[in-house]
């Protein structure tokens, strides 16, 4: 008989077990895209990454192709998100301090994150599967809203530069280029040296007119 007082904890319905165990399985899938890459990572090794049978991943996912596209949304997911952990009133904020805590929130949000490196795994490996067109299908549809972003953050930009919204992809792609590089070894000094270059080339493009 349970003490007077006890509290019994509520048992989980078998649709929330069913998720606690998708979500094992696809942060197993996570960390081996990381760490071998797209051909190596098969359901196999995600399961037991995942500490479950290779019948429990069939049961929940069916195929290596239909879990790789929950992957796939997964790990997309914070960059079409990005924007939206920046402050409402950001644009009250002086331009310098702005950019400052722009690139450090993109940094630590987005392309920091080990899931970051998943993403460039999987499209090193899948370029010739249906996944490929997932994945360029999310980046088609975030590319142009998170461009937008940026520059409603920075309207100084918008006001000195010809091409705003461009301007806005080359930083999008140097912050690609920092994170691609930790493929190979993780160097955390250059990484704030390279970023401290991203905020002054957004503090220049606010400050100097572009024309």
Same mark, same amino acid.
């Given at each position: 008989?349970?003490?007077?007082?006890?509290?019994?904890?509520p048992r989980r319905t078998q649709a929330e077990r069913s998720q606690t165990t998708q979500r094992k399985?696809?942060?197993?899938?996570?960390?081996?895209?990381?760490? #071998?890459?797209?051909?190596?990572? @098969?359901?196999?090794?995600?399961?037991?990454?995942?500490?479950?049978? *290779?019948?429990?991943?069939?049961?929940?996912?069916?195929?290596?192709?239909?879990?790789?596209?929950?992957?796939?949304?997964?790990?997309?997911?914070?960059?079409?998100?990005?924007?939206?952990? =920046?402050?409402?009133?950001?644009?009250?904020?002086?331009?310098?301090?702005?950019?400052?805590?722009? #690139?450090?929130?993109? =940094? *630590?949000?987005?392309?920091?994150?080990?899931?970051?490196?998943?993403? =460039?795994?999987? %499209?090193?490996?899948?370029?010739?599967?249906? *996944? %490929?067109?997932? $994945?360029?299908?999310?980046?088609?549809?975030? !590319?142009?809203?998170?461009?937008?972003?940026?520059?409603?953050?920075?309207?100084?930009?918008?006001?000195?530069?010809?091409?705003?919204?461009?301007?806005?992809? #080359?930083?999008?792609?140097? %912050?690609?280029? $920092?994170?691609?590089?930790?493929?190979?070894?993780?160097? !955390? !000094?250059?990484?704030?040296?390279?970023?401290?270059?991203?905020?002054?080339?957004?503090? @220049?493009?606010?400050?100097?007119?572009?024309?």
């Amino acid at each position: 008989m349970n003490q007077t007082g006890s509290k019994t904890a509520p048992r989980r319905t078998q649709a929330e077990r069913s998720q606690t165990t998708q979500r094992k399985i696809i942060k197993s899938a996570i960390r081996l895209l990381q760490k #071998v890459g797209f051909q190596q990572t @098969n359901l196999q090794e995600i399961a037991r990454g995942a500490k479950v049978t *290779l019948g429990a991943v069939q049961h929940q996912f069916g195929s290596r192709q239909a879990l790789m596209e929950q992957v796939v949304d997964e790990i997309m997911a914070p960059l079409a998100a990005a924007g939206a952990g =920046w402050p409402k009133d950001a644009a009250q904020l002086p331009l310098e301090q702005r950019a400052r805590e722009f #690139v450090r929130h993109a =940094w *630590l949000s987005v392309y920091e994150p080990p899931s970051y490196l998943a993403t =460039w795994s999987m %499209f090193f490996g899948c370029k010739s599967t249906p *996944l %490929f067109k997932r $994945i360029d299908a999310h980046r088609s549809q975030y !590319d142009p809203a998170l461009f937008a972003h940026f520059v409603t953050v920075f309207p100084e930009i918008a006001e000195r530069h010809p091409q705003p919204e461009h301007f806005a992809a #080359v930083v999008f792609a140097a %912050f690609r280029g $920092i994170a691609v590089m930790r493929l190979f070894e993780a160097n !955390d !000094d250059a990484d704030e040296h390279q970023l401290d270059v991203i905020t002054q080339m957004i503090v @220049n493009a606010g400050t100097v007119n572009q024309a």
